[in-house]
């Protein structure tokens, strides 16, 4: 049985209110950038707050700030609405909204996005307790599972790895919560499991497994398969093995690339000193969330599935990157 909180219904209330004035200020010559991110217990939120701060450090005209929203379908339709100038999203979900597939289904208007960089892979990661009952996906049936935010990307990765399983949402006693609403719940014996798309470690997963033992679910093999052959821009990821305290066992899964995007009609100046403070920056801004590979101009460009930002070109042809007209690799 799928439940929608009064939380989450006030929160849809607002996010529309919000949308209703979003008109209200062009980004052309804009002296704020507002950068869309998500739950303040994932790693978008972090990973925002990082890069706002490096980017007042600086001490420019412009300002940087981060709007907590539900996540990456959210970020893009603020973004299609002008309410903020960039965000982090999924690949996925990226890939939906410019080709009017998914949750964005009819909609039109995404066409001016534009990529700036892929940040780091994402992880999807089902959370259990460890003296849980339930040893596979297809276990979740007739249990609390919180599916994510309504207008995240964890909810559409939520519905096609159950889609993997045989499963629909009405097998399951569904909620949507946050990731740290998510915890909280677990945390107080209300809650069976829930889906988390972020990096590994995620504060919030992490937070929890400091006060009660939890486990990851692994994708089998023919799931994974299943995953890849619905969107290209699945792969096949690891959460290590004691990432989270008590986790003694490697969980394998599918993963996602975060990607930071933009509005094209933000100057390009400013895009490509964002895309330069990614690199010069980029052990400050991983290290936030706990990971310690190096982001390189090869991950931060491959796979991309809609044009990059003629300020992000302009850096990334400094460094022997060729582009086609349309803005995509060559």
């Known amino acids: 049985m799928f439940k929608l909180s009064s939380t989450h219904k006030l929160s849809k209330m607002i996010l529309a209110a919000v949308l209703s004035v979003a008109g209200l200020s062009g980004c052309t010559g804009t002296k704020e950038i507002k950068i869309g991110t998500g739950d303040t217990g994932g790693a978008y939120y972090a990973y925002g707050t990082e890069l706002a701060d490096l980017m007042n450090q600086q001490g420019g005209k412009i300002t940087y700030s981060v709007k907590e929203t ?25 890939n ?4 009017g597939a998914g949750v964005f289904n009819g909609e039109g208007g995404y066409s001016d996005i534009r990529a700036i960089a892929g940040l780091y892979t994402e992880a999807c990661q089902i959370v259990v307790p460890r003296d849980s009952d339930i040893n596979d996906v297809s276990d979740l049936a007739g249990k ?25 949402l009405n ?13 909280d719940a677990m945390k107080n014996g209300e809650l069976d499991a ?5 990096g590994a470690p995620t504060s919030a997963v992490a937070e929890l497994s400091s006060s009660m ?13 299943y995953m890849q052959n619905l969107y290209g821009g699945y792969t ?34 400013t895009i490509q000193n964002v895309t330069k403070t990614l690199f010069e920056h ?49």
């Open 96 to 99: 939906d909204a410019w080709n």
């Open 70 to 94: 539900a996540g990456s379908a959210a970020n893009l339709r603020l973004l299609k609405d002008n309410y903020i100038q960039m965000a982090v999203v999924q690949s996925d979900t990226l």
């Open 194 to 198: 829930f889906f988390c798309t972020a």
């Open 213 to 225: 033992e939890i486990r990851l679910l692994s994708l089998d093999e023919r799931a994974l398969s």
């Open 236 to 269: 096949v990821t690891t959460v290590p093995a004691n990432t989270y305290n008590g986790q003694s066992e490697e969980t394998t899964t599918i993963g996602v690339k975060a990607v930071l995007v933009t509005r094209s009609e933000v100057a390009d100046s």
């Open 282 to 330: 980029t052990a400050d801004l991983q290290q936030v969330w706990g990971v310690t590979d190096q982001l390189t101009e090869t991950f931060a460009v491959s796979d991309s599935s809609i044009p990059f930002h003629n300020g992000a070109i302009a850096y990334y042809t400094q460094h022997g990157i060729s582009f086609s007209d349309e803005g995509t690799v060559k």
């Open 144 to 168: 609390r599972v919180s599916i994510g935010e309504e207008e995240s990307g964890v909810y559409t990765n939520a519905v096609e790895i159950l889609e993997a399983y045989g499963l629909t």
């Open 171 to 183: 097998d399951l006693n569904a909620s949507r919560m946050s990731f740290t609403e998510s915890a």
